[in-house]
């Protein structure tokens, strides 16, 4: 299996909740929008780019869920994993890896 670098690796979110990525060097993107389509747009020109791996705050993805799963359809990259924020307790990101893990699995097992 092929390693992934450190530069096939983004976060996108808020200041403090990326803060912690970009010092062990993965790519960052603060969101510093509040529009909600610029933010759609923003994530998706982000997901256009050659990362295997996207870390998302889970009070951006609440907004772009639709979209980032619309993009997302047929392809395997990048791999889309939803982070809680320092203000959030919504279980997006639990519920996120679990319809990952469905997916790879082809059913519920919770």
Do not use: H
Not at 61 to 87: G, L, R, S
Request: negative net charge; contains cysteine; charged residues 30%.
């Amino acid at each position: 299996m092929a390693e992934i670098e450190k530069n096939e690796i983004a976060v996108i979110g808020d200041k403090d909740s990326i803060l912690g990525f970009k010092s062990i060097g993965f790519d960052t993107y603060e969101v510093f929008k509040n529009d909600e389509q610029e933010i759609k747009q923003f994530v998706i020109a982000i997901l256009r780019k050659n990362y295997k791996i996207i870390y998302i705050t889970e009070n951006y993805y609440i907004i772009c869920e639709k979209d980032i799963d619309e993009f997302m359809k047929n392809k395997a990259y990048p791999i889309i994993t939803v982070i809680p924020t320092t203000t959030g307790d919504k279980n997006i990101a639990f519920d996120s890896i679990k319809k990952l893990i469905e997916k790879a699995l082809g059913g519920s097992f919770f």
